[in-house]
């Protein structure tokens, strides 16, 4: 059994996601859990994983939007890379360069 532990949140590009949009990005260590004799398990680091997730929140109490999340087992892409993913499939971005067209 793997758990995921969360080792830190932060918002990324606050300034620059468009009202209502939001996109956070998760840090998980992951460890794997063995069952070894009687009540005992052995632990085994499996490594990190960031996750990003896309949010939207239209303004009513408690009515967050989950949109999307990316996951990257190999450490979390450049900033450019990761705008280009989102912009791909959502119109989220202030910034018309990095704006998808609207579907």
């Given at each position: 059994m793997i758990i995921h532990e969360l080792i830190g949140i932060e918002h990324l590009f606050t300034?620059?996601?468009?009202?209502?949009?939001?996109?956070i990005r998760e840090t998980y260590q992951?460890?794997?859990?063995?069952p070894k004799d009687g009540d005992t398990v052995r632990q085994v680091d499996?490594?990190?994983?960031?996750?990003?997730?896309?949010?939207?929140?239209?303004?009513?109490?408690?009515?967050?939007?989950l949109l999307d999340t990316y996951t990257f087992a190999d450490g979390i892409p450049s900033l450019d890379e990761l705008k280009e993913t989102i912009a791909a499939e959502?119109?989220?971005?202030?910034n018309d360069?990095?704006?998808?067209?609207?579907?």
């Amino acid at each position: 059994m793997i758990i995921h532990e969360l080792i830190g949140i932060e918002h990324l590009f606050t300034e620059q996601v468009q009202k209502g949009y939001y996109i956070i990005r998760e840090t998980y260590q992951n460890v794997l859990v063995e069952p070894k004799d009687g009540d005992t398990v052995r632990q085994v680091d499996a490594g990190t994983e960031e996750v990003v997730t896309i949010v939207f929140d239209p303004g009513d109490e408690y009515s967050l939007i989950l949109l999307d999340t990316y996951t990257f087992a190999d450490g979390i892409p450049s900033l450019d890379e990761l705008k280009e993913t989102i912009a791909a499939e959502y119109d989220v971005f202030v910034n018309d360069r990095w704006a998808a067209a609207s579907l």
